[in-house]
């Protein structure tokens, strides 16, 4: 039997252990000092922790940690004291000479926390804080450029959002009204929440990435945006330079495999006896999506490329998500009437006409009401009937406004589509 170095009620530590540990924790003070001295030799600075110190420093957590064990947890106490005294004075001096940044003073109370935690054996936690640290240390620069690129428009509005995220909406009323007894505060909040913050999210991407790493990264970013704006984007591009029709093609094709992911997130956030119902043909239709734009987008690699970029909204349209939220309403409230009075074909139908305009407001409806008013058969039916509608709107738009090679690539990617949804549809009958 393994001889213990540790040997309390609540915890024990054999000595294989003890030694795995302490070289997990060297390992650990040696990724974030490395860090810390290629930093501070890059800025020419003259830091005052580099690896043998971080190394001492997680070595002392790891040491005291035993100590709380074997001794008293004041050993451990007195030990992170003394510790936090010599980072303050290193920082009050360093201060005085005009360096005023204290991230290296934190990183290192942090350093001696971590090696605390990688005696006691949260070692995968240890590890996970360890690769969050670096890349936050590491990315300073980058944090800088982008801050610098925010606009007050953008501040404003990331405000905005913080304000009705945490301030309004929780305190929205949790319960339901209205006609079907279907209308609830709380559940049309969360909706406006999601759909405004996505549409968030798309703009900063959009931003910050846009379509200079190729024609498929802004189709897929655009995509998370409005896969609408993409096609008519792209398809009143082929036609001013039909040389690009292919290219346009790949970008309205990878915006529209998007559409499918945004169902699955949708039906998994509300509804995931839904999604799981869903998972195998949605899944199905995305890959015969996302391959067939793939074949178009290595097909066209001899083309030459193009900076075509989607133009930016508002970074935070409150408006159009309130309408969103009212859409979302209408379509909760057609939908219980349709199954109610017309029953299950009246959902299909009212499923097809809703997707006409919008493929969120309809997938979120009937994940709410599945299991309530929806059988779970039906109401899959319903959301790829809705899918497959939406998708034939933005063929349309894409065929109207683009080039002819445009409408020829539109018809290979969308009919592979059709025919791969329509066997999938009749999988789920």
Do not use: H
């Not at 201060?95 to 003073?105: F, K, L, N, P």
């Not at 990435?209 to 993409?230: F, H, M, P």
């Not at 945004?262 to 509804?271: C, K, M, P, S, Y």
Request: net charge positive.
């Amino acid at each position: 039997m393994e001889t213990l170095i540790i040997d309390q009620d609540s915890f024990q530590l054999s000595q294989g252990d003890f030694i795995i540990r302490l070289l997990v924790a060297v390992g650990i003070g040696s990724v974030i000092g490395l860090e810390r001295q290629y930093t501070a030799m890059k800025e020419k600075s003259q830091g005052f922790a580099g690896i043998r110190t971080f190394v001492f420093l997680v070595l002392l957590g790891f040491v005291a940690a035993v100590f709380n064990f074997l001794f008293s947890p004041w050993v451990y106490v007195a030990i992170f004291l003394g510790v936090s005294i010599m980072i303050a004075s290193t920082y009050w001096f360093t201060a005085s000479q005009g360096d005023r940044g204290s991230t290296t003073e934190f990183s290192s109370l942090l350093a001696f926390v971590l090696g605390s935690l990688t005696l006691i054996g949260l070692i995968e936690i240890s590890l996970m804080i360890t690769v969050l640290t670096v890349l936050v240390l590491s990315s300073k620069f980058r944090i800088r450029t982008i801050v610098g690129m925010i606009t007050a428009e953008e501040m404003y509005d990331f405000i905005r959002f913080v304000v009705i995220a945490l301030l309004i909406f929780p305190f929205l009323p949790d319960q339901n009204f209205g006609p079907y007894n279907v209308l609830n505060p709380k559940e049309i909040g969360w909706v406006i929440i999601l759909t405004s913050g996505l549409g968030l999210v798309g703009y900063i991407l959009t931003k910050f990435l846009g379509a200079n790493k190729g024609i498929l990264l802004g189709g897929i970013v655009g995509g998370l945006v409005s896969s609408t704006a993409v096609t008519w984007v792209y398809a009143k591009k082929s036609k001013e330079n039909e040389s690009l029709s292919a290219s346009c093609a790949t970008a309205i094709l990878a915006a529209s495999s998007i559409m499918f992911i945004r169902v699955l997130i949708w039906t998994f956030i509300f509804n995931q006896t839904l999604f799981n119902r869903l998972l195998p043909a949605i899944g199905l239709v995305f890959l015969s999506a996302i391959g067939i734009t793939l074949f178009i987008f290595f097909k066209r690699q001899n083309q030459k490329n193009t900076e075509t970029e989607i133009p930016l909204k508002k970074p935070l349209d409150l408006k159009n998500a309130l309408v969103f939220g009212v859409i979302y309403s209408v379509i909760l409230l057609v939908v219980s009437y349709a199954n109610e009075n017309l029953g299950e074909s009246g959902t299909l139908v009212s499923s097809a006409v809703a997707g006409f305009s919008d493929i969120d407001a309809i997938t979120i409806s009937i994940s709410k009401m599945t299991g309530v008013k929806l059988d779970l058969g039906i109401a899959a039916l319903a959301i790829l009937i809705a899918s497959i509608s939406n998708t034939l709107v933005k063929m349309g738009i894409g065929i109207y406004a683009g080039s002819k090679t445009l409408r020829k690539n539109l018809l290979i990617g969308y009919g592979t589509m059709f025919l791969t949804a329509l066997a999938t549809l009749i999988f789920l009958i």
